[in-house]
């Protein structure tokens, strides 16, 4: 189980571990797509401004693998934009094309530029990381616990919530409810959001007085918003859900009490009991012994 003091180390970790994943995946992309763009910008008739993309991406992809500091993912975001703004071009300009070639680039690149502002984003999101840097060990840990989650089955484990979330491309949301915090995994278990409880609240029906407290989708499923510390999901739960986060909100669990064992099976109250860091009685046990020697 990670206790109200764990949070903030666990959620650095896991910022750790998701800007240490992207910056691998985007460096090894950069540096293949951009020797392959050297390479076709090469080949007669040669393309100066294909050799430009392809330096820039070799450059960003290079850097990402190499220095590994959060301002890649803006490098990242913005070399990303470089290659949509030239696939764009490439589509007004390329009438003389087969048909149909013009608009596949034009599409391309429209969803690139989407993808390098998303970037920016998460730049805006963990340019400044919060706590002390996180250690493999900790990092293995959340990796742990966002696998647990993902395989846990919503519809047996009375402590997970899923929340369907809209937009262009809709997603799911996990959500761990436990007696310190709440662990959200979204994006494949990929980006994660410890926080305690206090700080999670789920709105029906939205946000504003104008909002409809009784807002359902057609399937039945109570619309509304989801926050967790700064972040804000917009998204369905079905009813019995939401009465599991009501329920969770509402009840005063020690963490001495046996939580998870009544709502949840063996497997995540095992993940849920396996130590994180140390607790302050024993980090405050382990400072006085090392001052006494």
Wanted: overall charge positive; hydrophobic content about 45%.
């Amino acid at each position: 189980m990670f206790r109200g003091d764990e949070i903030r180390a666990l959620q650095r970790a896991a910022d750790d571990q998701f800007v240490g994943r992207t910056l691998k995946i985007s460096g090894v992309a950069g540096l293949g797509f951009g020797a392959l763009a050297l390479w076709a910008g090469v080949v007669p008739p040669a393309e100066s401004a294909l050799l430009v993309v392809g330096a820039v991406l070799a450059a960003v992809g290079l850097w990402n693998l190499t220095v590994r500091g959060r301002i890649g993912l803006l490098l990242a975001a913005l070399a990303l934009m470089v290659v949509g703004l030239y696939n764009l071009a490439g589509g007004l300009t390329g009438a003389e094309d087969a048909a149909g070639a013009p608009l596949m680039w034009l599409v391309v690149g429209s969803l690139q530029i989407a993808w390098g502002v998303r970037g920016i984003r998460w730049w805006r999101r963990f340019r400044d990381p919060r706590g002390a840097p996180s250690t493999p060990e900790l990092r293995a840990r959340v990796v742990e616990l966002a696998k647990v989650l993902r395989a846990a089955n919503p519809a047996t484990e009375a402590c997970v919530v899923v929340l369907r979330v809209s937009g262009l491309i809709p997603r799911t949301l996990r959500m761990w409810l436990t007696p310190s915090g709440v662990l959200c995994c979204s994006r494949a278990g990929e980006d994660l959001m410890f926080a305690e409880r206090d700080r999670v609240s789920f709105e029906v029906g939205g946000a504003g007085a104008g909002a409809r407290r009784d807002a359902r989708s057609r399937s039945g499923e109570l619309l509304g918003t989801l926050r967790a510390e700064s972040r804000i999901w917009v998204g369905a739960l079905t009813v019995e859900h939401a009465e599991r986060l009501r329920h969770w909100q509402a009840r005063d669990v020690s963490p001495a009490a046996t939580w998870p064992s009544s709502d949840c099976s063996s497997g995540c109250a095992r993940a849920l009991r396996s130590p994180t860091l140390p607790s302050p009685e024993a980090r405050n046990s382990r400072t006085g012994r090392a001052a006494l020697s």
